[in-house]
């Protein structure tokens, strides 16, 4: 309900005050942004569909907007966006990241692996690596889910979840022991987050 008031009150905006297009741009901009920390989607692609309407084809603005929808579990409005985020930046990490979440909604996990792997080459990030290792699994590709596991706590050696999914990985592939040993680093860490 706030967010219908804000919109209202950000529509008013315009008519009492003279504000540049960039200003509204960053009143719009901000809005979105903040709509999405607090979980307020819906509140969020209206002000981010109004920022790009003053700046479009912003690469930042569409990227947000992509993830309102994603979030919102508007998934063809995500792809969507996304692809367009990319048409305009595509050296965006976090764009490639999301579209492949997308794709993954969808089961495509070939096209979901594409993503990843475009995601890693521009900037490796251990959760990206996670992902990966996720579809990996499914596609019954073990060593390859070894492999990004690996990265990923390389990257990022204090996140339980990490741990668990490879104990579950070596478990799966008949690695019984090296899943006992990553499982007690998975409790650690955990007891430690």
Do not use: W
């Amino acid at each position: 309900m706030l967010g219908l008031y804000l919109g209202k009150f950000f529509d008013k905006i315009e008519d009492f005050f003279s504000l540049t297009s960039e200003d509204l741009f960053k009143v719009y901009y901000n809005e979105g942004l903040d709509s999405i920390a607090c979980g307020k989607y819906n509140s969020a692609i209206v002000a981010l569909k109004k920022a790009n309407g003053l700046k479009p084809k912003k690469g930042k603005v569409l990227y947000q907007l992509g993830v309102a929808y994603f979030h919102n579990s508007m998934y063809e409005e995500a792809f969507r966006t996304f692809n367009k985020t990319l048409s305009v930046d595509p050296n965006n990490a976090a764009a490639h990241h999301y579209l492949g979440r997308v794709y993954e909604k969808e089961e495509a996990l070939d096209k979901a692996m594409e993503s990843y792997t475009a995601a890693i080459k521009i900037q490796p990030d251990a959760e990206m690596y996670y992902r990966m290792s996720l579809i990996q699994d499914k596609k019954g590709m073990h060593e390859a889910a070894i492999e990004s596991l690996c990265e990923a706590i390389k990257l990022d050696p204090q996140v339980s979840k990490y741990y668990y999914r490879l104990g579950l990985v070596y478990d799966s592939s008949n690695q019984h022991d090296k899943a006992v040993e990553v499982f007690k680093k998975a409790v650690e860490y955990e007891e430690a987050e």
